[in-house]
């Protein structure tokens, strides 16, 4: 199986990329098993938050280039570009938060998706590039998710160059949230993920598709649309709970709702 996923309790799953033969190449086949299986989970009551990693040596080394290299048809580089374009926008406007644990590199469409997903945590030794400059085919749809995420002059020297950035770095810029040794890096995400799925899964999918709707919107649009969504938010159950559990100075039990 070229994806797997483990329930690792308290609402949470993990996603593996498993294909460490091709360094966790996303093919063809690999980009729909990711596309399906992140639709199944956002729709799966069960799930809270989801974490994203590769097995092996390391997260992803983007596309397949072989596979790339016997498309040949114009139409065949289409669909694929188009079904990568796909998993990255289901992980944004899905519901359920989703988090990247990088080891190893995350190149090209790799960290096209560690930019995609809500926070990115990784070992202290990983890197990230966009070195597709180096083969003659710039890394364009890569460039949407990491240039929302970094500064524009940081990002085009990611791809004029093709370099390589180290982890720290990355987190500096904020490509990543941090960095953690290899030993940590299991616990801190994990510890992360359960504070997350500790929450409302109500007022986490209000919270998560609003933030990211509100970005690509003019300032006085952006308040009209999230003073809509505050108060659809404060007329669910779990906000009306939470308010009284903090003034009451007790746990909330959230109904989802």
Not at 6 to 20: E, M, Q, Y
Not at 93 to 118: F, M, N, T, W
Not at 184 to 211: C, H, M, P, R
Request: glycine share 6%; charged share 25%; with cysteine.
């Amino acid at each position: 199986m070229s994806v797997i996923t483990k329930n690792l309790g308290s609402g949470i799953k993990k996603v593996i990329i498993n294909d460490p033969a091709t360094y966790n190449s996303l093919s063809f086949k690999t980009l729909t098993a990711l596309l399906n299986t992140f639709k199944k989970l956002d729709k799966d009551n069960s799930t809270k938050i989801i974490i994203l990693e590769g097995a092996g040596k390391g997260f992803s080394a983007g596309h397949n280039l072989k596979e790339v290299r016997s498309l040949k048809v114009r139409s065949k580089y289409l669909k694929l570009f188009n079904l990568c374009s796909n998993v990255m926008i289901q992980i944004v406007e899905g519901r359920k938060p989703v988090i990247a644990k990088v080891h190893g590199a995350a190149y090209a469409a790799g960290c096209q998706l560690v930019a995609s997903c809500d926070l990115a945590y990784s070992t202290s030794d990983a890197m990230f590039a966009t070195p597709g400059v180096n083969i003659g085919l710039f890394c364009s749809t890569p460039m949407v998710a990491v240039s929302r995420k970094i500064h524009r002059k940081r990002m085009m020297k990611m791809l004029l160059t093709g370099e390589p950035i180290k982890a720290n770095f990355a987190k500096d810029i904020g490509l990543i949230n941090d960095c953690f040794s290899k030993q940590k890096l299991d616990k801190e995400v994990l510890k992360v993920a359960k504070t997350i799925a500790s929450k409302s899964n109500l007022t986490i999918k209000i919270g998560k598709q609003a933030f990211y709707k509100q970005l690509e919107m003019p300032l006085k649009k952006a308040y009209a649309y999230t003073s809509k969504m505050m108060t659809l938010n404060m007329m669910a159950m779990d906000a009306r709970e939470g308010i009284s559990a903090f003034l009451e100075k007790r746990k909330p039990k959230w109904k989802n709702k």
